[in-house]
């Protein structure tokens, strides 16, 4: 007797629940080899079209003429036209694996597979952004230009980052629990609990996207829905024990491979990428880290600071509100690639931002503006004269007069944001 006739055809309905799966996990699978990965950096698909097959599609499909490639953004135009072609490649997928296994010989086994895929794939995801945050370096820190930025002028993303920045030990503590969910997810015994917990924390991660129009939202949408994928299985077992209160049964554990060795190496393997993986990274920020801290705060000038006396062509400026000629305040932030911004903020409350190079050595501060006035202003070289680690005098030529600014830095202690720090007791609220 053939397979044929010991397997009869599934009904329509199952026929049709049968291709909706296999459709869900086409789609992952696609999507994890996506041609823009979460670096938003071209990956070796480039060289096969599928840029060009994208944009292809968002001009025939949509009318769309697509010129901006995902960088910094993981919701641009191509982003979503690539989205509706990997959807078209899952259905194409799923009808071929339909028609080719009509009976479904073969679903258990590849289901397994494909499953397992997509639970590695979120592991691996959970583990690089939750050591991102355990070592707080995705969020940043609150610098100085934070300072005084208004918060009406702050955009709902910047306002999101900079609340998470104001607590690294809250951020530290958000990152530990995505490395605990991938590193439970990379085992197939702990994949039901790592599932849960990642369910949870991408909830809350989709729910910020969206509330505060981070441009991350297709690519933790996904994330939240593999966890889902992974913890359907046990839909019904959930269901019995968490709401009917009824007693389950474990689920059969059985070996992956029929040869001990195999299952072996597998093991070995899994666990070279759980501690190297994760080493990799936390070695790479701290290299990182080390960009950032380099030097202490008040070698390198950074802060904010008070514009005490503000010389232009020999007259001194007095602090009107109405003089746009005249400082408020300088603000200098370092980043951790390097580069150096001087923000001038105006008595009129205007900021005109700089690309700044500050040498100690040579005492000298030079800055040119970014953007469009970069064409417009000519680079400003100032003479640095440190009087102490909180004073400071400018000398140069500004508005084509020489002018002579005298300064201080405003401490930390100034800034509640950053001084008020924790305490155990509070007698009442204190919102401010």
């Known amino acids: ?184 997810l990379a085992f197939r015994r702990t994949s039901l609990v790592g599932a849960l917990i990642t369910l949870g924390v991408m909830a809350q991660v989709v729910a910020l996207n969206f509330c505060y129009d981070v441009p991350v939202k297709l690519f933790s949408s996904r994330l939240f829905l593999m966890s889902l994928f992974v913890a359907a299985p046990h839909a019904s077992r959930l269901y019995d024990f968490f709401i009917l209160n009824r007693a389950t049964e474990a689920e059969p554990m059985r070996p992956r491979f029929t040869r001990k060795w195999l299952n072996a190496l597998s093991f070995s393997l899994k666990w070279v990428v759980i501690v190297g993986f994760p080493s990799l990274l936390i070695l790479t920020m701290q290299q990182h880290l080390q960009a950032v801290w380099k030097g202490t705060r008040s070698e390198r000038l950074e802060g904010v600071w008070k514009v005490d006396e503000f010389r232009l062509g020999g007259e001194v400026l007095p602090p009107l509100a109405t003089d746009g000629r005249r400082w408020s305040h300088l603000i200098l932030q370092h980043y951790s690639n390097g580069d150096t911004n001087a923000v001038c903020q105006l008595m009129t409350g205007k900021e005109e931002w700089h690309a700044a190079r500050l040498d100690l050595g040579a005492n000298r501060l030079s800055f040119k503006s970014s953007g469009s006035e970069a064409k417009k202003k000519p680079a400003v070289d100032f003479a640095l004269k440190q009087d102490s680690s909180t004073q400071i005098t400018l000398n140069g030529n500004l508005l084509d007069k020489p002018v002579s600014i005298k300064m201080h830095r405003l401490p930390d202690k100034d800034f509640m944001l950053i001084s008020r720090g924790f305490h155990w007791i509070n007698e009442s609220p204190f919102i401010r």
């Open 1 to 184: 007797m053939t397979d044929a006739q010991t397997l009869p055809s599934l009904p329509f309905h199952g026929q049709l629940k049968r291709f909706f799966g296999h459709c869900v996990a086409a789609f992952f699978v696609i999507s994890m080899f996506e041609p823009f990965g979460i670096f938003g950096q071209l990956t070796l698909t480039e060289h096969l079209g599928v840029p060009a097959l994208v944009k292809w599609a968002g001009r025939i499909l949509f009318g769309l003429d697509i010129k901006t490639l995902p960088g910094g953004s993981g919701d641009t135009t191509f982003n979503y036209v690539a989205v509706f072609c990997y959807a078209v490649l899952a259905l194409l997928s799923a009808a071929v694996w339909c028609i080719a296994d009509r009976r479904a010989r073969q679903d258990a086994l590849i289901h397994d597979w494909l499953r397992s895929m997509v639970r590695l794939y979120l592991a691996a995801m959970m583990m690089f952004y939750g050591i991102h945050k355990a070592i707080p370096l995705q969020f940043g820190r609150i610098g100085p230009v934070d300072l005084l930025q208004p918060v009406g002028q702050q955009s709902p993303m910047g306002m999101l980052w900079r609340f998470m920045a104001t607590s690294p030990a809250y951020t530290m503590f958000s990152g530990l629990v995505e490395v605990l969910a991938g590193v439970l």
